[in-house]
Structures are given as C-alpha cells and as structure tokens.
C-alpha cells in the first residue's frame, strides 16, 4: 500500500519527524519527507490531528514563526530546569528596551529607537539582539545616511513562543518577558510605546 493512501502512516512519519527536530519545520519541509506529493493542506489538517492528540500531555505541538516543533508545557519547565541548572543568560535594561521598541514599533532606524528612548544606543546592545538573531536589519531608509531599518526575526517569536507579531501581547501587559520597568513607566494608557516628540529627552550615552 503506498504510504500517501495510510493517513495513520503519515501521522506516525510526521510526529517522528518532529519529536526528534532540533529546530522548528514548516510544512514545506515536512513534504520533503514523501516521495509522492503530499498536499500541503492533507499535513496541516494531520498536524492539526496531532496537535489535538498531545493535549493534557507533558509534551504539547505547537507552530511558531518558523515552523511546527513540540516543546514541554510550561507549567513543566521548573521540573526540566533542574536537570540543566545553567542560568538563562541576563540582559541589560538598555537591551530589553531596545527590544522591545523594535518589536512594537518596526521597522525603526537606531535613531528613532534613540528618539523614543531618550538616549543614545550603544553600538553593543545592537550588536548583542543581533547576535542573539532576535533582529535584522530589512533595508535603509531614504534619508541621507540612509540608515539601518531594524525589525524582529522569526527566531525572536519562536524563543518567545509565539506564531506572529499580531500574538504578542500589549506592551503594557509584557511585563518582565522583554520590558524592563523604566519603559513601563512611559507605556501609555493604550499600551502604546510614546511617539519621539512624546519622549523626554536628553544627551545620556548608555555604558
């Protein structure tokens, strides 16, 4: 029997697949897996049957930025932690914000995260999001210089756990996932980073 005819087949090949992933897989990745052509909307619907088989486990399916993955629920990750203790690397006030800017506000240039911000950005924290591959730069604005436009990656939502940009949550709701609380206290009250005419400003260089 070919294996495009034995759905429970194609179930098993495709959670193998992705229970042994180190990375997420998109569906066009997923249909390398056959031989014959399997249609993309026959694996979403599978994976989709798949998603729903794993709910109330330890282990749940989920599709982010850049693919579909399982990952343990996060009532579990404070048992799984201490089996690898190492501490998750911690960022400075001045990284968060800018971050955070980035995500809500994209594409910016560093001079309107500056303008927003109210002081000059590092070339460190710019070095440390992009090596962290949670932002790229896209393209230049036409302006004289013509200056870096910065947006978020899809490695930025998958660490986050999250599909696309319209998941994230209002920016006064972040809390201590990517805002720090200086920016807090300039989030208005619908959750909205100020406009640079709105920021206070000043000649403060980061360290």
Same mark, same amino acid.
């Given at each position: 029997m070919s294996t495009i005819t034995d759905l429970?087949?194609?179930?098993?090949?495709?959670?193998?697949?992705?229970?042994?992933? &180190?990375?997420?897989?998109?569906? #066009?990745?997923?249909?390398? @897996?056959? /031989?014959?052509?399997?249609?993309?909307?026959?694996?979403?619907?599978? @994976?989709?049957?798949?998603? &729903?088989?794993?709910? #109330?486990?330890?282990?749940?399916?989920?599709?982010?930025?850049?693919?579909?993955?399982?990952?343990?629920?996060?009532?579990? /990750?404070?048992?799984?932690?201490?089996?690898?203790?190492?501490?998750?690397?911690?960022?400075?006030?001045?990284?968060?914000?800018?971050?955070?800017?980035?995500?809500y506000k994209q594409p910016v240039t560093r001079g309107d995260i500056e303008s927003i911000r109210g002081v000059s950005v590092s070339t460190s924290v710019m070095q440390t999001l992009l090596e962290r591959g949670w932002i790229e730069v896209i393209g230049h604005k036409d302006v004289p210089g013509r200056p870096g436009l910065y947006a978020s990656t899809h490695k930025f939502l998958d660490d986050l756990g999250f599909n696309t940009l319209r998941d994230l949550p209002p920016l006064a709701e972040l809390g201590t996932l990517v805002l720090p609380e200086q920016l807090a206290a300039n989030v208005d009250e619908d959750g909205e980073v100020p406009l640079a005419d709105e920021a206070p400003q000043n000649t403060e260089q980061e360290s």
């Amino acid at each position: 029997m070919s294996t495009i005819t034995d759905l429970n087949y194609l179930k098993i090949v495709l959670e193998t697949a992705l229970l042994t992933a &180190q990375e997420p897989l998109t569906v #066009g990745q997923l249909k390398k @897996l056959f /031989t014959e052509d399997v249609k993309a909307a026959l694996i979403n619907d599978i @994976l989709d049957e798949i998603r &729903q088989n794993w709910k #109330g486990r330890g282990v749940e399916l989920v599709k982010l930025a850049s693919g579909w993955r399982f990952r343990a629920r996060a009532e579990f /990750t404070p048992y799984l932690a201490r089996l690898t203790p190492e501490k998750p690397p911690r960022y400075s006030r001045a990284v968060m914000e800018t971050l955070a800017i980035i995500a809500y506000k994209q594409p910016v240039t560093r001079g309107d995260i500056e303008s927003i911000r109210g002081v000059s950005v590092s070339t460190s924290v710019m070095q440390t999001l992009l090596e962290r591959g949670w932002i790229e730069v896209i393209g230049h604005k036409d302006v004289p210089g013509r200056p870096g436009l910065y947006a978020s990656t899809h490695k930025f939502l998958d660490d986050l756990g999250f599909n696309t940009l319209r998941d994230l949550p209002p920016l006064a709701e972040l809390g201590t996932l990517v805002l720090p609380e200086q920016l807090a206290a300039n989030v208005d009250e619908d959750g909205e980073v100020p406009l640079a005419d709105e920021a206070p400003q000043n000649t403060e260089q980061e360290s």
